[in-house]
């Protein structure tokens, strides 16, 4: 896993969040400051801040741009390598990432065995999913991590709750302070710390009680001490844009006992669940956001022994007898998460459930409970099945789908977006230009914030001249494809695919 996520962050440039999210680590570093991207708490941004920091980049502090120009600035206009800047941003991810799958292994070790938390812990390695964004400079596998670690802490409580459930506290905090889609989980994980207690204290509902408010309360300590680790003043004036917010989600603002900043920062997330977005599922570009989208999406883009795996250890933690204390803290943790996210208006893609492959691959190992011959050789068959497509898909990722669905070749007539194309291939499009097609005119529409003369890309965008005059070669990114109306249809629509860069950009002839 270390292999595949550190030689697959070597090729990548940038996607589209990573700038603004170093961007941000270096202010922090360099001027202990909170200004840009309130929407998404410090704590995911120091950690990256910590290959940024021994990167050591120029920073300007002049730069008066908003949160995506800023890091473009810090990235491509102010002397730095962004190869080398990206690269060391992207490391202390990964090494947090593969922290996880540590916590994966001893978590279903617990439940059912140390062949069970090795058989989760090959499903978490291989999950397309977590390698594709624990390689990236970005904040979904570390929240996803944190809530499985404060789960995993919870249930450790039953036996020392002096000891865990402080842990289990700090692990939520951490979550809290990585992204606000994480609260959900928060009165869930409160409920299951009370249980824990009240039963390994014989019934005591005052401790059970005293425990719950425990973990809350250290949970909202850590959200206060990532801000102060920031600015230890908490200086907050916002420069974007905050809307206001009223009715019930004013009021629920109004509750979070944490900084004004990370108030904020929900106001702006509520905002953008109000803007008019567009999705794209199944081939079919739709407005607004579908209920089913994400099931549907995890569908595509999960390997298939992996699926079967999830679905029997789901089955097994419920069924089985000495499972079921389990459970709640395997299942209703990542089922609240996940009816949450449904309920979002940016069908953008499965990183917004990455927090499923953690969850699910120990439920997975827990199959083993069942002692039957069979059970060991289907789960060792399967786990080879979703090795081997996860291994057939390197080094491209971001656009894997599995067998059912044609595999990283086709994923972009299914899905768009973070799920095929988020701009992580420019680089890869640059070395194909030069090696197949030099001299060529290049016309270019690239959805993503790398810049492409920084790669020696010289295009133009054909969506600015009459349709007769695009000729040549014409590089597409996916995501904008898969969106394309007007112009830009009529261009693919009477062009010849000819060539495949990284399963996210295609070159058309015309």
Not at 234 to 246: D, K
Not at 389 to 412: C, H, I, K, M, Q
Not at 441 to 462: M, Q, T
Request: hydrophobic share 50%.
């Amino acid at each position: 896993m270390a292999f595949a996520m550190v030689t697959t962050a070597v090729r990548q440039t940038p996607t589209i969040d990573e700038p603004v999210y170093v961007g941000a680590a270096a202010q922090y570093v360099h001027e202990h400051r909170l200004r840009h991207n309130p929407e998404h708490p410090p704590l995911g941004k120091l950690v990256i801040g910590v290959g940024v920091a021994l990167a050591d980049p120029h920073l300007d502090p002049a730069f008066a741009g908003d949160q995506g120009r800023s890091g473009r600035h810090l990235l491509y206009e102010s002397g730095n390598d962004p190869w080398r800047l990206m690269l060391l941003a992207r490391l202390p991810v990964i090494a947090l990432t593969l922290s996880f799958g540590l916590v994966v292994f001893a978590f279903a070790r617990e439940l059912a065995g140390p062949v069970a938390g090795s058989a989760a812990l090959a499903l978490y390695c291989f999950s397309p999913d977590v390698i594709a964004h624990g390689s990236l400079a970005t904040l979904d596998v570390p929240a996803a991590g944190f809530v499985l670690t404060s789960a995993w802490l919870v249930w450790r409580a039953r036996r020392r709750p002096r000891l865990y459930v402080p842990l289990a506290g700090v692990a939520l905090g951490a979550a809290l302070a990585t992204k606000m889609s994480t609260l959900p989980a928060v009165p869930v994980l409160t409920a299951l710390t009370a249980v824990s207690v009240w039963r390994s204290s014989g019934g005591s509902r005052r401790r059970a009680v005293v425990a719950a408010g425990g973990v809350a309360l250290v949970a909202v300590a850590v959200v206060w001490v990532t801000y102060l680790m920031v600015d230890p003043r908490l200086r907050w004036a916002a420069e974007q844009h905050v809307p206001v917010v009223r009715g019930l989600r004013a009021l629920l603002v109004g509750m979070m006992p944490f900084p004004e900043a990370y108030r904020d920062g929900m106001r702006v997330q509520f905002g953008l669940e109000n803007r008019p977005w567009q999705g794209f599922l199944f081939g079919r570009l739709y407005d607004g956001s579908l209920w089913y989208y994400l099931p549907a999406a995890l569908l595509v883009k999960t390997p298939l022994g992996m699926l079967a795996l999830w679905a029997a250890g789901a089955a097994a933690l419920v069924a089985v007898r000495r499972l079921r204390p389990a459970a709640p803290c395997v299942l209703a943790v990542p089922l609240v998460l996940l009816a949450a996210a449904m309920q979002g208006a940016r069908d953008f893609g499965t990183r917004y459930a990455v927090f499923l492959p953690l969850f699910l691959a120990v439920a997975a190992g827990c199959v083993l409970v069942v002692r039957r011959r069979w059970v060991c050789v289907g789960l060792a068959v399967l786990v080879a099945f979703a090795a081997v497509s996860s291994v057939r898909a390197y080094p491209y990722y971001l656009p894997y789908s599995n067998e059912a669905f044609g595999g990283p070749g086709r994923t972009r007539e299914w899905l768009h977006d973070s799920n095929v194309d988020w701009g992580q291939d420019l680089g890869r499009l640059a070395d194909r230009l030069r090696e197949r097609y030099p001299g060529e005119r290049v016309w270019l529409v690239y959805k993503g914030s790398g810049v492409p003369s920084f790669y020696g890309i010289e295009a133009l965008d054909p969506r600015r001249v009459p349709v007769r005059e695009v000729r040549g070669l014409l590089a597409v990114s996916d995501s904008a494809a898969a969106k394309a109306t007007g112009r830009l249809a009529e261009l693919i629509g009477d062009s010849r695919p000819v060539d495949d860069v990284g399963h996210s950009i295609t070159l058309y002839r015309r």
